[in-house]
């Protein structure tokens, strides 16, 4: 990729991230049907997102084995968890402070690039995927959907993952510093997500 | 490649837009107020950047490793406030940041890495704890937290560029000078915050 290309495609991807949304319950209509509605929302819901970022960078700065089974663990368990609330009746709302402290604790472990083993870095994508798959089921069937919108996110979700966890194995092989903006953009999210956690424990959720 | 991309990116933009909120309490005003907070106090934004310019005095790993740790730190302390839980002299302890750092700064003081991470630490703190009890009410917790956190984040990365200068003699000067004016400023908040 040519480097103006590449600063684009950077930027891009910045602008999106940052793109100021309102958090939705409900699923946003992109008007191409529910499966692109669902891949829409990991998008606009900046918890997933930071999710989704977090486990990436963290099976990423372990190497490209770790990278590909944190792929699949996270991917399998997001949708066995989000079927899961799709057939189950439950509050989802105490379900939310533990989505937070998913990428508080991800996050914490990408600051301090814990050498975590494989089996401990693909448990962690697989329970912070499933908590979330179950939280997305069981807003999904809040709102009357069906599986296919479990499916977009899924789908988003594995795309996601694979384009952090490889560009993550990819800047930091050479370079120092880069596996050190990586380690910040984890504290960051950590800052983040207990931030979060705080205004969730004031508003009551 | 450039040739899909502009378009690539046209579409994400236009597949991505929001409607258009015409009340500024909505919750999407979350992220520019947030954006904002940390930059709206001369006091925090001369003690986020004096802790980019001793990081970068100090070299590695303190480079790096005070400006993650003053953000997940300051968390912490937003989080007592948004709690609810008192901490006493907050704007001293605000003000005593800068006029320390800056004294750090202008000494080119190099103690050992834990005693520079407990100090970042223990300021850190105190600035937390006031954007805690200040968040307004009505915003996106969310989006409110991401533009703080980047923005806090910015400025710790805008003063270790600044202090990047310091592998030349002449900005080892202006780098003392820089951490002179800090600390300068610093006097100044304690006095008004004293007073």
């Not at chain 2, 954006?35 to 950047?49: C, F």
């Not at chain 2, 790993?61 to 400006?67: F, K």
């Amino acid at each position: 990729m040519m480097p103006r290309a590449r600063h684009l495609a950077g930027a891009t991807f910045l602008i999106v991230l940052m793109w100021p949304s309102v958090a939705l319950a409900h699923l946003m209509s992109t008007g191409f049907g529910p499966f692109y509605d669902g891949m829409a929302h990991l998008f606009v819901t900046p918890v997933d997102l930071m999710a989704v970022l977090a486990v990436g960078m963290l099976a990423g700065l372990r190497g490209a084995k770790p990278g590909r089974w944190a792929l699949f663990g996270i991917t399998t368990s997001w949708l066995i968890g989000g079927t899961v609330g799709l057939c189950v009746e439950a509050d989802a709302t105490p379900l939310v402070i533990g989505a937070a402290a998913g990428p508080f604790v991800v996050g914490l472990a990408v600051a301090l690039d814990l050498r975590l083993p494989l089996a401990a870095t693909t448990s962690i994508a697989a329970l912070v995927g499933a908590g979330f798959g179950l939280l997305n089921g069981l807003s999904l069937r809040a709102t009357g959907a069906d599986s296919l919108p479990l499916l977009g996110i899924t789908a988003a979700v594995f795309v996601c993952v694979t384009l952090i966890a490889a560009a993550t194995v990819r800047v930091t092989r050479d370079r120092d510093w880069r596996r050190i903006a990586v380690r910040v953009a984890g504290s960051w999210i950590t800052a983040i997500s207990l931030l979060m956690i705080g205004w969730m424990l004031k508003t009551g959720v | 490649m450039k040739h899909t991309v502009v378009p690539i990116t046209a579409l994400l933009l236009l597949v991505l837009s929001n409607e258009a909120l015409a009340h500024t309490d909505h919750d999407a005003g979350g992220f520019t107020s947030g954006l904002y907070h940390p930059i709206s106090g001369l006091d925090h934004v001369l003690a986020m950047v004096a802790v980019g310019l001793w990081g970068a005095q100090l070299g590695k790993p303190s480079i790096w490793l005070l400006p993650v740790a003053f953000p997940i730190v300051m968390s912490l302390g937003a989080l007592l406030g948004l709690l609810g839980m008192p901490l006493p002299g907050v704007e001293i302890g605000i003000a005593a940041s800068a006029l320390a750092l800056g004294v750090m700064v202008l000494g080119e003081v190099k103690p050992r890495l834990a005693v520079a991470l407990v100090m970042v630490g223990f300021f850190a703190i105190f600035h937390g704890h006031a954007h805690g009890t200040e968040l307004p009410e009505g915003q996106s917790g969310v989006l409110y937290s991401i533009g703080f956190v980047l923005a806090t984040g910015t400025l710790h990365v805008s003063g270790v560029a600044i202090g990047l200068v310091h592998r030349w003699p002449a900005g080892r000067v202006a780098l003392r000078f820089a951490g002179g004016a800090v600390a300068a400023f610093g006097c100044f908040f304690l006095w008004r915050a004293i007073a």
